[in-house]
């Protein structure tokens, strides 16, 4: 049984999530700003079809799941792959 006191956190938290994931479901101008490339920290562009965030310094994009950048350097997919329609580091 919860406390009144945890199920007021787990709502906030919740919420929180929701705020966050519409925000990052909208990725917009202001949120790539903030992101940068794990690698080199340069700035990083949406890809055509919006499901990658490109750097073109190391020439690896960063895949869009769910909505969600996956701003890591091990999943990185070498901008060559990519265009080959990899859409994870491995295979
Ligand atoms: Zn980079």
Known sequence: MLSGAARCLIRRLWRTYLLHRRYVVAI????LEILACPKCKG????????DGL???????VYPVRD???VMLIEEAVPAEKWAGGAR????
């Open 28 to 31: 917009n101008p202001e949120l």
């Open 43 to 50: 700035p990083v562009a949406m890809v055509a079809e919006k």
């Open 54 to 60: 490109a750097c073109a310094a190391c020439k690896v």
């Open 67 to 69: 909505d969600i950048p």
């Open 88 to 91: 994870t580091a491995k295979g």
